[in-house]
């Protein structure tokens, strides 16, 4: 059996440069390079109502954002999978059967789940189906075989949850699911990138996210903002690029052919990097630079995202028609799950022919 890729997001607000250069440009290029039997990308909406119970209608809004952010920034329905979790109800029942290989006490050494706690203030009122978010998370990949799973560090702890729970399964009743391995980004810059204020990391909360469907004026008017290095306050004082978001945005963004069309003076970035750091380079020059960098990778993004909203209700069909065969196929997988756990009473003859005999007088 070939590669099998599956990853997916909650779908709780738009997607920004964080999103893109941490997952979504890499999975357009796995989609693209075509070295797999079967790619799923998914909006885990179940996932996002367990810390979301009372808000159902944010998650209902940004389904649509999230998909025409998927669309614009290249996934091709006609190559991956694009689906909704809540749809189909084989996960939950996975959950259920994958709640019993594994003790509370091994969710909860989940640093992930650790943090997510103490960031929502849930402490003694943690809602069940939060805490126990991992385990439907080991369902989502187990139910289509998943063998690669692209996402961030953060992500981890459920792989290797997910590989735990998998092995128990296997070994209990019959090895039918697979082991999934994460795959990373490659460098340190696309795992984490900070937010326009230089903070750790770009997030809807702290409100300082660049988004793939902010137009021109509006990332102008980010980038501007931007932190760079708060003791570089003359043009020709030395200015420092570690810590500096603007430069940690260039290392992420930039190639050599940018250098070739914005700012011929330099061939690479290490070239201004250098320049920078001996003194005589302005941060609005450089701003101006990541701005025309961001453009020219968000304008072909834009185009796309302004041609599928002109059609909704098509985005809405192929999320439906992704969903039945996302559906299929762990439908299939949980065929076989109730076969291992034998737990198919009505496909098993020989039980039936079994019982039948022993009440046979
Ligand atoms: N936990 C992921 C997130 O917070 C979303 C997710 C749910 C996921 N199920 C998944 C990612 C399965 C990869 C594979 O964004």
Redesign the pocket.
């Known amino acids: 059996m070939g590669k099998v890729i599956?990853?997916?997001?909650?779908p709780t607000g738009k997607l920004h440069l964080g999103h893109y250069i941490g997952s979504l440009h890499r999975r357009v290029e796995l989609q693209d390079a075509g070295d797999y039997e079967k790619m799923f990308v998914?909006m885990?909406d179940v996932?996002a109502l367990t810390d979301n119970a009372d808000n159902p209608e944010k998650i209902r809004q940004n389904i649509i954002e999230v998909a025409l952010d998927y669309l614009s920034a290249g996934l091709d329905p006609q190559k991956c999978t694009l689906y909704i979790?809540s749809q189909i109800p084989e996960l939950a029942e996975l959950t259920t059967y994958m709640m019993n290989l594994v003790s509370v006490s091994r969710v909860q050494r989940n640093p992930t789940v650790k943090t997510e706690i103490k960031m929502r203030n849930f402490e003694a009122n943690i809602p069940m189906g939060f805490f126990s978010y991992p385990v439907s998370?080991a369902a989502?990949?187990a139910a289509f075989k998943a063998t690669t799973?692209p996402?961030g560090e953060d992500?981890e702890p459920?792989i290797e949850l997910t590989r735990e729970i998998v092995r128990r399964f296997n070994q209990i009743y019959a090895p039918v699911l697979v082991e999934p391995n994460i795959l990373l980004p490659e460098n340190a810059v696309c795992r984490r990138l900070p937010g326009t204020d230089g903070k750790e990391k770009m997030s809807k909360s702290l409100g300082n996210c660049i988004y793939l469907s902010d137009d021109a004026d509006t990332v102008w008017t980010k980038v501007k903002g931007m932190y760079t290095d708060p003791t570089h306050l003359n043009v020709s004082d030395p200015g420092h690029v570690e810590g500096n978001a603007v430069f940690t945005y260039l290392d992420a963004f930039a190639t050599d052919a940018d250098f070739a069309d914005f700012w011929p003076e330099f061939q690479t970035l290490d070239e201004l990097k250098a320049a920078y750091t001996a003194g005589g380079i302005g941060d609005m020059k450089c701003k101006k630079l990541l701005n025309n960098v961001l453009n020219k990778m968000l304008e072909p993004i834009r185009l796309r995202r302004k041609e599928f909203e002109q059609d909704i209700p098509e985005i809405y069909n192929l999320l439906k028609k992704g969903s039945l065969a996302a559906r299929e196929t762990a439908t299939r997988t949980m065929e076989e799950v109730r076969a291992a756990m034998q737990i198919n009473y009505f496909d098993d003859e020989e039980l039936i022919q079994s019982q039948a005999q022993r009440y046979k007088k």
Do not use: C, K, P, S
């Not at 599956?6 to 909650?10: A, F, I, K, P, S």
């Open positions: 599956l990853t997916g997001d909650r998914f885990a996932q979790q998370q989502d990949i799973v996402a992500q459920m």
